[in-house]
Nanobody
Framework: QAQLVESGGGLVQPGGSLRLSCAPS????????MAWYRQAPGKQRELVAA???????NYSDSVKGRFTVSRDNAKNTAYLEMNSLKPEDTAVYYC???????????????WGQGTQVTVSS
């Protein structure tokens, strides 16, 4: 079964920008909610942003106004545009989504492997 694959992480200076992408590794039928989480060393995993298939969004207070979540339903791909990055944004970022593998089938919640984002001068 297809899993989720993130890309776009890296090292960036404070105030800089990065764009993360998340897409299934293989064929799927549809995706419901797509979300981004992050986990910093010694901290719990936290929700950063989420987007429904219809376009409704939800952001954590710490990233509002700086991060933008989007998705391309035709490509089954989600994006996280991160601007004005701060050192406290340093974390492993994970994609999470509900995947449906066949028409009428159930949704399965899946995680990506994570991508490291480091904000440092």
């Amino acid at each position: 079964q297809a899993q989720l694959v993130e890309s776009g992480g890296g090292l960036v200076q404070p105030g800089g920008s990065l764009r993360l992408s998340c897409a299934p590794s293989g064929s799927i039928f549809s995706i419901n909610i797509m979300a981004w989480y992050r986990q910093a060393p010694g901290k719990q995993r936290e929700l950063v942003a989420a987007m429904t298939r219809g376009g409704s969004t939800n952001y954590s207070d710490s990233v509002k106004g700086r991060f933008t979540v989007s998705r391309d339903n035709a490509k089954n791909t989600a994006y996280l545009e991160m601007n004005s990055l701060k050192p406290e944004d340093t974390a492993v970022y994970y994609c999470n989504a509900d995947l449906r593998y066949s028409s009428g089938g159930p949704y399965y919640n899946r995680w990506g492997q994570g991508t490291q984002v480091t904000v440092s001068s």
